[in-house]
């Protein structure tokens, strides 16, 4: 039994490097290209794995090359992954990624592939897992109506759940109430709220929302603002890390936010400590290329 499951996407992340985004009907050249393990679920479970937690990864990936490099990638990480299923029928998913090399900023196209295949009846199988674990984590990039289910069942059991709601769609009034964090960042929020988000003041505003929604604790995080935390009792910001040298590539940085505050969460971290934490793993992972291979090590953060 692991502490911390995870459920969601994993995908290939084909990465290209360009000293500038491409405009609508523009061809430019890239400077680098790369394939390597993404999805914002899986992203998340390396980043806590790495964070010294017991976590298990349940999805669903296709019988092909990408489909064994997320098998891999958890064979060497440590994780559990027993939960992940393997499709005869379909593929398992690719992302493109374009990243601009001036500041590591990034534009992605997703297709989940066989992650969006996985069923309410295959996530049955693990409900022991997900009631008896300690922090359950998940994200919106498989079928909507699953994740609202597990999230159902984790709090059937005496889990803490968390919901990255990224990519920002449409979700029914019903989850809120089963969302004890929620975890934004600033244009996710302004989706969600409706209005934009500029500073510390319009995060309070945006966190009481949520709260006012039914989630237990809101936390929005801000770029280069930091983050922004919300519950009944209190309310704060945390700065963003003064980083040394250059970012290299922002993909997954949101994950290693995600992935180290369940991490922080299921280690019982005071909420402070926590978002510190994680707003550190976070800024780390962005001196790396790619998503779940530039996730840090506890022994990085020193
Ligand atoms: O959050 C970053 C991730 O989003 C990438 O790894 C990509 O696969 C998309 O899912």
């Not at 009846?121 to 919106?140: D, G, M, P, R, Y």
């Not at 929020?189 to 505003?205: D, P, R, S, T």
């Amino acid at each position: 039994m692991s502490n911390i499951c995870v459920l969601g996407n994993f995908v290939a992340d084909n990465s290209f490097y360009t000293k500038k985004l491409p405009v609508k009907g523009q061809t430019v050249f890239g400077t680098g290209f790369q394939i390597g393990p993404g999805g914002k679920g899986s992203n998340q479970a390396i980043a806590a794995a790495r964070l010294g937690s017991e976590v298990s990864f349940l999805g669903k990936v296709g019988d092909d090359e990408f489909g064994r490099m997320a098998i891999d990638l958890y064979k060497k990480n440590n994780l559990n992954h027993k939960t992940v299923f393997i499709s005869k029928e379909h593929p398992t998913g690719v992302a493109g990624i374009m990243v601009n090399k001036t500041d590591g900023t990034n534009a992605i196209i997703v297709y989940p592939g066989a992650s969006m295949e996985i069923t309410k009846e295959e996530v049955n199988k693990f409900s022991e897992l997900i009631t008896k674990c300690k922090v359950f984590l998940t994200q919106l990039e498989i079928k909507t109506e699953v994740t609202l289910h597990a999230l159902k069942l984790a709090k059937e059991g005496n889990a803490i759940t968390i919901l990255n709601p990224a990519p920002a769609i449409k979700i029914n009034d019903e989850f809120f109430k089963y969302i004890d964090y929620f975890t934004p960042n600033e244009t996710e929020a302004e989706f969600y709220y409706g209005k934009k988000i500029e500073n510390y003041e319009e995060a309070k505003l945006a966190g009481d929302f949520f709260l006012s929604k039914g989630v237990k604790n809101s936390i929005i995080t801000l770029g280069d603002m930091g983050a922004y935390f919300s519950n009944k009792n209190k309310n704060f910001s945390i700065p963003a890390l003064n980083l040394k040298g250059k970012v290299l590539d922002t993909t997954g940085a949101g994950d290693a936010f995600s992935g180290a505050l369940a991490s922080g969460l299921e280690k019982k971290m005071e909420i402070q400590d926590c978002l510190n934490f994680a707003i550190k793993v976070s800024g780390i992972s962005t001196k790396k290329k790619g998503a779940a291979d530039a996730m840090p090590f506890l022994k990085d953060l020193s």
